[in-house]
T-cell receptor
Framework: DTGVSQDPRHKITKRGQNVTFRCDPI?????LYWYRQTLGQGPEFLTY????????KSRLLSDRFSAERPKGSFSTLEIQRTEQGDSAMYLC???????????FGEGSRLTVL | EDQVTQSPEALRLQEGESSSLNCSYT??????LFWYRQDPGKGPEFLFT???AGEEKEKERLKATLTKKESFLHITAPKPEDSATYLC???????????FGKGTKLSVIP
């Protein structure tokens, strides 16, 4: 158990619809990350939060993407007007406060038809 | 910009046949080189972090080593349950993000 829960595990949607993913760390960890992974590739960084502040965003995070972490606990990643190219695994991770090591959840797989 | 190259892309081994996976990286001010194992449809599972050249860490049949430009994951006498994709990711100075390679897909045949 990595202490990161993600929901839903799978989401199938039609192009143009909005989707939201949720990440719950086991406790209120300092930093929370979002990564995206497509088939045959390694995870790509999207954004991270320190408490409730979003401190870094990748250029991959277009205007259609928004992430929040209200109250510094759980986080949500919303994709508006989904496109087929958004089909991927969306991974959430927490880091260990002492070592900085990242522990990932099982991911939310998005399929856009 | 941080860059990572993993080789080979895929590796098939007979059970018990030892080998090594390579991770070449270019990063400004390394603040850790991370190794992960990933099974199909799952999130990456943390294995090791190495911080300085010459450092080595071991876990069961796996040993990770680090130089200034490369890291190696040595697999000794692998078993079929070691079959997975192995990912490496350096962390550079000034950022908390990891830059992942594409991974090496390891298949261990009984």
């Amino acid at each position: 158990d990595t202490g990161v829960s993600q929901d839903p595990r799978h989401k199938i949607t039609k192009r143009g619809q909005n989707v939201t993913f949720r990440c719950d760390p086991i406790s209120e960890h300092n930093r929370l990350y979002w990564y995206r992974q497509t088939l045959g590739q390694g995870p790509e960084f999207l954004t991270y939060f320190q408490n409730e502040a979003q401190l870094e965003k990748s250029r991959l995070l277009s205007d259609r993407f928004s992430a929040e972490r209200p109250k510094g606990s759980f986080s949500t990643l919303e994709i508006q007007r989904t496109e087929q190219g958004d089909s991927a695994m969306y991974l959430c991770a927490r880091d260990d406060v002492g070592t900085g090591e990242l522990f990932f959840g099982e991911g939310s797989r998005l399929t856009v038809l | 910009e941080d860059q990572v190259t993993q080789s080979p892309e895929a590796l098939r081994l007979q059970e018990g046949e030892s080998s090594s996976l390579n991770c070449s990286y270019t990063v400004s001010g390394l603040r850790g080189l991370f190794w992960y194992r990933q099974d199909p449809g799952k999130g990456p599972e943390f294995l090791f972090t190495l911080y300085s050249a010459g450092e080595e860490k071991e876990k069961e049949r796996l040993k990770a080593t680090l130089t200034k430009k490369e890291s190696f994951l040595h697999i000794t006498a692998p078993k079929p349950e070691d079959s997975a994709t192995y990912l490496c990711a350096p962390r550079g100075a000034g950022s908390y993000q990891l830059t992942f390679g594409k991974g090496t897909k390891l298949s261990v045949i009984p």
